[in-house]
């Protein structure tokens, strides 16, 4: 376990180090003098100076940096970051946030390649399957599935009644099991995500047309491995669908928030609720923990380029603002506003922590 929780801590200060490398070679391509990088956050356990630019290893593993000349304070020199153009400057803030969708376009292909990507098989199919498994596709208002708390995407692995059961990865035969035992309890076992637990319901003798005796709709899916030719193209329509579920999926849970109705569908983590959730997806294996590292660089990518000051979209902000008006925004009030809403997020990041300690006890 400790070295799975080394592991974990590991990615994530190699995540977060690899988008501030995006901002770091853009800028060394465009001349900026790049003062520091650095892995870690001060105080500074090691340093060392390559040409212009210190490499520094620092004491909290809790993200990386990168220094640039010029980047806080008005410069107007060849080589720093505020003596170059509105664009070139828009681009090494970009740098760093598209180097996390590159992450997870090249952690989604290798994924994709080695393991593959769940796909809708018959029954019949039988044939070179790898984890063929029974899911939840559908869930009728109102039903016994509903009632028991099955969700979208649940997996089926067993069903028991008191003198029978079922293990099976083939629709049909759930089917018929629930047909055979319609007005008896049933024990399912079920998985959701990392977590296996079991429910009861109490199949329809009468159901609704249309709907089935437990009133879902299954589906069964195994793993499809790609050729390393179709792999990156595969990688990256994931990534793009990912992309746009993730908002799509925060704002239907804004508006149940705003309505007054309770949000299941997302649950938010900070550092100690991310490392614990990566260290499960690690003990589950090698294809759940590289397919959520890659759902946690697109999150970040797109929580970073929202238009907050203190994170990537607030710069790409103010630089607008600046292409607009011809000047650039009074450095005072772009520091204090920036430092504002970086207090914020600091205070939402220990409310949250706090919540994430809390769960243990």
């Given amino acids: 376990m400790f070295f799975l929780i080394l592991i974990v801590i590991f990615s994530l200060v190699a995540l977060i180090a690899l988008h501030e490398f995006g901002h770091f070679i853009i800028a060394k391509k465009l001349g900026v003098k790049v003062e520091e990088f650095g892995i870690g956050i001060p105080p500074k356990i090691f340093g060392k100076k390559f040409g212009e630019t210190t490499y520094s ?14 980047e806080d304070e008005q410069i107007k020199e060849p080589r720093s970051f505020t003596g170059k153009t509105v664009g070139q400057r828009s681009l090494i803030v970009l740098g760093g946030v598209v180097t996390f969708w590159i992450l997870a376009i090249v952690i989604l292909s290798i994924v994709v390649g080695v393991w593959g990507l769940p796909t809708a098989v018959s029954d019949e199919a039988n044939h070179n399957l790898i ?12 039903s016994p599935a509903e009632i028991a708390g099955l969700k979208l995407g649940d997996t089926i692995l067993k069903l028991r009644t008191a003198e029978e059961q079922l293990e099976t990865d083939k629709m049909e ?17 079920l998985q959701r995500g990392n977590d296996i637990f079991e429910t009861s319901l109490t199949p329809r003798v009468s159901p609704p047309e249309g709907e089935g005796p ?13 050729p390393w030719y179709e792999a ?7 990534t793009g669908r990912m992309t746009i579920s993730i908002p799509l999926t925060l704002g239907n849970a804004l508006v149940k928030a705003i309505r007054g109705e309770q949000v299941k569908e997302v649950e938010i983590r900070g550092p100690i609720g991310i490392i614990q959730l990566l260290t499960e997806s690690a003990e589950a294996g ?35 603002i600046e292409k607009i ?26 409310w949250v922590t706090i919540r994430d300690i809390a769960r243990f006890f």
């Fill in 173 to 189: 035969e759930i089917i018929k099991f629930t047909e055979n035992h319609k007005g008896e309890e049933i024990i399912l076992k």
């Fill in 57 to 70: 290893l620092n004491l909290l593993p809790i993200g990386a940096f990168v220094k640039l000349y010029g």
């Fill in 214 to 226: 437990m009133g879902v709709a299954l589906i069964r899916t195994a793993l499809k491995p790609y």
């Fill in 325 to 350: 008006r011809g000047r650039p925004v009074n450095q005072k009030i772009e520091q204090r506003l920036t430092a504002t809403f970086f207090t914020l997020l600091i205070a939402l990041m220990i």
């Fill in 232 to 238: 990156p193209i595969q990688g990256t329509l994931l």
């Fill in 286 to 320: 090698a294809y759940n923990f590289l397919y959520i590292i890659s759902f946690i660089a697109i999150f970040l990518a797109i929580f970073n380029i929202l238009p907050i000051p203190a994170l990537d979209g607030g710069k790409l902000v103010f630089l607008g």
């Fill in 131 to 142: 984890d063929p498994k029974v899911q939840i596709g559908e869930i009728a208002s109102e």
